[in-house]
T-cell receptor, first 113, second 115 residues
């Protein structure tokens, strides 16, 4: 089934630990995005990638890094997790300059304690 | 910097009633999207509005776009319990993001339809 797969579904992480959230899509979309969702704040863009080999910063990039080695994968890494990074993380993708919006993954619920 | 505001943030309504959710945005854009999110689930695309005056309808939901006023509305007609969810608008396109398709989301409207 075409779409976006995120892993893990949920995770409890000790503060200071390193964590990588995985995102894989099979739609051959060029653009991919990471958002975090927090109550009362909606979805905020963390990082994005227009195409394989390029990445850019969104609204709230601090404490996060991404890489885009190929079209399908767009992992998000928290180098040293802090409690304020407790959130639900959504990966999304879109075609270049598409008018069709995003396809979203099912999300990763991360709790940093 | 593009900002997107939705109101109300929370809406409790009775079945059979009509209501409108508003989405205002701060800079020029020719592309607006509405999404639905059920509790604990991902976001589902509802409408894509790409020009001034665009109107889209699906069942009891109708979305419209006024680019001159920088306003989109999502109108709910004769609400039913199944419409209970959080609704997000998102704005992108011209004047923002260059070659990317970055979207800025509103804070969402939690809709609760009571029997």
């Amino acid at each position: 089934i075409a779409g976006i797969t995120q892993a893990p579904t949920s995770q409890i992480l000790a503060a200071g630990r390193r964590m990588t959230l995985r995102c894989t899509q099979d739609m051959r979309h060029n653009a991919m995005y990471w958002y975090r969702q927090d109550l009362g704040l909606g979805l905020r863009l963390i990082h994005y990638s227009n195409t394989a080999g390029t990445t850019g910063k969104g609204e709230v990039p601090d404490g996060y890094s991404v890489s885009r080695a190929n079209t399908d994968d767009f992992p998000l890494t928290l180098a040293s997790a802090v409690p304020s990074q407790t959130s639900v993380y959504f990966c999304a993708s879109s075609r270049d300059r598409t008018n069709y919006g995003y396809t979203f993954g099912s999300g990763t619920r991360l709790t940093v304690v | 910097e593009l900002k997107v505001e939705q109101n109300p943030l929370f809406l409790s309504m009775q079945e059979g009633k009509n209501y409108t959710i508003y989405c205002n945005y701060s800079t020029t854009s020719d592309r607006l999207y509405w999404y639905r999110q059920d509790p604990g689930k991902s976001l589902e695309s509802l409408f894509v509005l790409l020009s001034n005056g665009a109107v889209k309808q699906e069942g009891r939901l109708m979305a419209s776009l006024d680019t001159k006023a920088r306003l989109s509305t999502l109108h709910i007609t004769a609400a039913v319990h199944d419409l209970s969810a959080t609704y997000f608008c998102a704005v992108g396109g011209q004047g923002y993001g260059g070659a990317t398709n970055k979207l800025i989301f509103g804070t969402g409207t939690l809709l609760a339809v009571q029997p």
